[in-house]
């Protein structure tokens, strides 16, 4: 079964206040000289935010030679912004008995828009540093089994050693036919936690893809 679903959605949710920092009134704090992060709170770790801000440096030609701040007002803002998210080709493989349990695989493509957004104090765009292009398809893949399915079963009368009835019990009649396929939503797999994790991973790989450069 091939079908394919778009959604086009900006997570800003990842940016606003159920996923962002900790906030403090912005007119009691104003940073001419920084850049303010406005990042998901899951991104909140030293060692992150310390990947974030060497690339932002050496890459965002109005962020270099800048400290960056997690509060109040700023020159420029940064955001992580995801959208043009598409899931194709989602399929499932018919099953293949392993020790009469069914096997299957669970697999469709994906692609996406992700960024860290430069804005400035009118909240005007003025660059950004790409993470994941929508022309990068990717491939999600999955195996699981599940208990055989459409077995016979029929009810047998138990006799005493007097021949007579003394209850029933149920017996298999028929062996599981595995005809069985399961429907998965790929949408309990494409979370905004699970596109997230894909851009923290590209943050690490620019930052080692620009170390190396540096040392050439």
Not at 3 to 15: A, D, G, H, P, T
Not at 136 to 159: I, K
Request: charged share 25%.
């Amino acid at each position: 079964m091939d079908f394919r679903y778009k959604i086009e959605f900006l997570l800003l949710v990842i940016v606003l206040p159920l996923c962002s920092f900790p906030q403090r009134t912005d007119s009691l704090f104003y940073h001419p000289d920084r850049y303010r992060l406005d990042l998901p709170k899951e991104w909140n770790r030293p060692k992150l935010i310390e990947a974030v801000t060497d690339v932002l440096s050496q890459t965002i030609d109005e962020l270099k030679n800048r400290d960056f701040s997690t509060e109040g007002k700023a020159a420029y803002y940064v955001k992580l912004v995801i959208d043009s998210l598409i899931i194709s080709n989602q399929q499932t493989s018919p099953p293949i008995e392993i020790g009469s349990i069914p096997h299957y695989t669970f697999s469709f493509n994906y692609n996406f828009n992700a960024a860290l957004l430069v804005s400035d104090s009118m909240n005007k765009p003025v660059s950004s540093l790409r993470l994941v292009s929508a022309e990068e398809t990717m491939t999600y893949t999955r195996q699981f089994s599940t208990l055989p399915q459409n077995a016979v079963y029929r009810y047998e009368t138990v006799y005493n050693n007097l021949g007579r009835p003394v209850g029933r019990r149920l017996v298999q009649e028929a062996p599981p036919v595995n005809t069985y396929i399961p429907r998965i939503d790929p949408f309990s797999v494409i979370t905004p936690a699970f596109l997230m994790n894909i851009c923290e991973k590209k943050i690490y790989e620019i930052r080692k893809l620009l170390k190396k450069l540096n040392q050439e």
